[in-house]
């Protein structure tokens, strides 16, 4: 155990199905970091690796940093699968022709391989995309046959991974073809599921599929898909007109932002009502980060302003306020607008809570993907050097290097993403 102990992180584990050599190196999501803490094992680990080759399962100690396994060779229409149900602590890597016999098996049929292991090539996969040991488009190409899984684990996986990509995309000519994707993707899973709960009248039985519903109909409701948009807004709009919340607690969040982002005004106000009158907490928070789905400028910038105004919005929940505007593409460069003019104001009202401003610099700037981006931010710093930034400058700098890395990462990959995007619905009438 020494080895899992006594030494950070945890090892990516490479193996090549053409020779069999299998190696493992120190994890690192950022390619271009720097270990400064010395390892007296060298970063090496004993590895236990499970793995199933043509139906068949086996186990293997690698011990060292480097080894040649015969069992780890696969014949032309085999595939190898390693870490089965994921037992081990340890990402996986692939030689490229077992990558595409993975993604071919899934396609093919999906229940051949596990559902944690399902999850586990996703997860994987876009997380060595992150580190550089393989393409973006690697880690894409594992979703495409996530039409057909009804799954919880795998979807979540992707969806997770996905985030990051509407974060960084979500405000350039890639969203296009990515909307169309998702919403390619997750209408099959929203017709099961409001097949099999009767128009989402019931609820699943099982724990996992009632969290695979919430995320079916949040996802399908925020990427647009018109049936979802309509559920939501009749449940909404029956609320509004018997004053009778009949909306499942675990729906509640989806329906009320999808119902508030596609409604105006009236829907606005009333969700506004409730919030005010809200005395169960947990409600309150659904309904409170509900109001900034909206799409007009006008009521996003009210929002912000309550937030600061403590006979409307709580002091404790004006962080959370804020951050639930920015989380919103349209919010997003209204929070940026009202952080700058107002910091010192939130300094002061905050009373220097080094975790408020640090959720406040991250959330506000989690988009920032581009050299304007990063130049407003540089001048964010410059233009309050003098009063300073307090528990805050170290969160600051977090961000400005969090921003050069995102700059970095969308010069290299958007061209690419932006293809596979395009060639995936190419073919589809959507």
Not at 154 to 174: C, E, G, H, I, T
Not at 333 to 349: H, M, P, Q, Y
Request: with cysteine; aromatic share 14%.
């Amino acid at each position: 155990m020494d080895t899992w102990v006594l030494q950070m992180g945890f090892p990516v584990v490479t193996i090549d199905t053409t020779t069999g050599l299998v190696t493992q190196k120190h994890f690192l999501l950022d390619s271009d970091s720097t270990i400064t803490r010395p390892s007296e094992f060298s970063y090496t680990w004993i590895v236990p690796m499970s793995y199933s080759k043509n139906a068949s399962l086996g186990n293997y100690w690698l011990q060292t940093s480097t080894a040649t396994v015969n069992e780890f060779q696969i014949h032309t229409n085999e595939w190898l699968l390693a870490n089965i149900n994921v037992t081990g602590y340890y990402r996986v890597n692939y030689d490229d022709g077992n990558w595409n016999k993975l993604i071919a098996q899934l396609e093919a049929d999906h229940t051949n391989i596990p559902v944690i292991n399902r999850a586990q090539i996703i997860d994987d996969a876009f997380n060595l995309a992150r580190a550089k040991y393989v393409n973006t488009t690697r880690a894409l190409d594992t979703t495409r046959y996530l039409w057909k899984d009804v799954e919880y684990m795998p979807w979540q996986a992707a969806l997770s991974n996905l985030y990051f990509f509407k974060q960084m995309f979500d405000r350039s000519d890639v969203y296009g073809p990515m909307g169309k994707y998702m919403k390619q993707q997750v209408r099959p899973l929203f017709e099961y599921f409001k097949n099999m709960t009767g128009n989402f009248t019931t609820r699943p039985e099982s724990l996992t599929d009632q969290y695979s519903e919430i995320n079916v109909v949040s996802t399908a409701c925020s990427y647009g898909i018109p049936e979802c948009v309509e559920f939501a807004s009749n449940l909404f709009n029956k609320w509004m007109a018997t004053n009778n919340n009949s909306i499942h607690p675990n729906l509640r969040s989806a329906v009320y932002c999808t119902a508030v982002a596609h409604g105006g005004e009236a829907e606005w106000n009333f969700l506004w009502e409730k919030f005010v009158e809200s005395d169960i907490a947990q409600e309150s928070d659904k309904r409170r980060a509900a109001l900034a789905c909206s799409r007009e400028t006008w009521i996003l910038n009210r929002l912000l302003e309550y937030s600061l105004n403590t006979s409307k919005i709580r002091r404790q929940d004006a962080v959370s306020t804020i951050n639930s505007v920015c989380s919103n593409v349209i919010g997003q460069s209204l929070g940026w607008d009202f952080v700058r003019a107002k910091w010192k104001t939130i300094v002061n009202e905050l009373g220097g809570s080094t975790f408020s401003f640090r959720n406040i610099l991250h959330q506000v700037t989690l988009r920032f993907s581009t050299d304007f981006d990063l130049q407003q931010l540089e001048q964010f710093k410059f233009d309050n050097q003098e009063s300073g930034f307090g528990t805050a400058a170290q969160s600051l700098e977090q961000a400005i290097e969090k921003t050069k890395a995102n700059i970095r990462w969308v010069n290299e990959n958007k061209e690419m993403v932006l293809n596979w995007f395009k060639d995936a619905i190419k073919s589809e009438n959507i």
